[in-house]
């Protein structure tokens, strides 16, 4: 949408816009308003030389993923009952599950189940590197849980086959994804959202 097509959109759903903000605190309604007229940050690009880990392995091994996560087959993985190929180059525009798959597909979960080899995990991560830079994918709640699920990955021993310059790429990106995701908290939502921003943030800087 265009810069002014935004706020006449906002116009047509003042109503609904002002009965949302009565009930919200001011810092949120704030949030709420900013977003209706700007949308979200553009994806942050980090640059320098790549990010240095500061921690090599975990203490104690990490939970497994979680049980919607499965693996079907050398083709497809399911997510909260819905199956995708993942066939590189993977759709990552793919809206055929929803909203809700689309933010699922975009954290990257499915990456830590131990049926995917080193390698498969860097392909798949590295298709997703080169082909979205932009999209759904960037909005705050899925760079939070991935830059989680990507750190465990990074720090569970043997989980992770790449080359160098591959590796740069991935903790290069997981830092333009953590600028991007500093700069949008979820104010304007709260609830699951903002501790989830607030965690990845935390966790990034650990890293």
Not at 40 to 68: C, D, N, Q, W, Y
Not at 123 to 149: E, F, K, M, Y
Request: charged letters at 20%; aromatic letters at 6%.
């Amino acid at each position: 949408m265009s810069r002014l097509g935004a706020p006449l959109s906002l116009i047509s759903r003042l109503p609904t816009v002002m009965r949302t903000i009565a009930h919200l605190r001011p810092r949120q309604a704030l949030a709420q308003l900013r977003r209706a007229l700007f949308g979200l940050p553009s994806p942050k690009v980090a640059f320098g030389s790549s990010p240095i880990l500061a921690i090599e392995r975990p203490h104690t091994p990490f939970l497994a993923p979680p049980a919607h996560v499965k693996r079907l087959d050398e083709e497809r993985i399911e997510m909260i009952g819905t199956a995708i190929e993942i066939d590189l180059p993977i759709d990552w525009e793919s809206d055929a599950g929803g909203p809700l798959f689309a933010y699922h597909l975009h954290q990257h979960e499915a990456l830590r189940l131990p049926e995917f080899s080193p390698r498969a995990r860097a392909a798949i991560l590295c298709d997703w590197i080169q082909n979205h830079p932009t999209g759904v994918g960037w909005n705050p709640h899925p760079i939070s849980l991935r830059l989680l699920c990507w750190g465990k990955i990074l720090l569970t021993p043997g989980f992770l086959e790449l080359e160098s310059e591959a590796r740069d790429d991935l903790l290069r990106s997981m830092a333009s994804q953590t600028q991007t995701l500093a700069s949008g908290l979820e104010i304007r939502l709260q609830a699951n959202h903002m501790p989830s921003n607030q965690i990845e943030v935390g966790f990034a800087g650990l890293l």
